[in-house]
């Protein structure tokens, strides 16, 4: 099992940038599929951004193709968003989510095959 806690959220000017941080604890030893989610009121949670903890793969969805990037530092179990040229479309809770076992098998940036989440970071884009 594995926890995850979400950070990093906040009001942001668009054009802006934000950089929203997720932590690991529990069974962070195993490999898995690790996801940026997010839900705006009224929409279904789509998915933005995944990669492999056990590899170099990434998946970023085309809403956010060059402005939003994953990362993770395995030294402190910690995954990152790193979002710039935010837009008042990008509002919406983010969700970091974990899928036990990698992205091989799984469409990555669907909810359904993600086991473990995290309880969300508000980002709003406003001026």
């Known amino acids: 099992q594995v926890q995850l806690v979400e950070s990093g959220g906040g009001l942001v000017q668009p054009g802006g940038s934000l950089r929203l941080s997720c932590a690991a604890s529990?069974?962070?030893?195993?490999?898995?599929?690790m996801a940026w989610f997010r839900q705006a009121p009224g929409k279904e949670r789509e998915g933005v951004a995944a990669?492999?903890?056990?590899?170099?793969?990434?998946w970023v969805d085309t809403s956010v193709a060059g402005r939003f990037a994953i990362s993770r530092t395995t030294a402190n179990h910690t995954l990152y968003l790193q979002m710039n040229s935010l837009k008042p479309e990008d509002t919406a809770m983010y969700y970091c989510a974990a899928a036990p076992g990698g992205c091989a098998r799984i469409s990555t940036l669907e909810p359904r095959p993600y086991k473990y989440w995290g309880q969300g970071t508000q980002v709003t884009v406003s001026s």
């Open positions: 529990g069974n962070t030893g195993s490999n898995y599929c």
């Open positions: 990669l492999y903890t056990g590899g170099r793969s990434t």
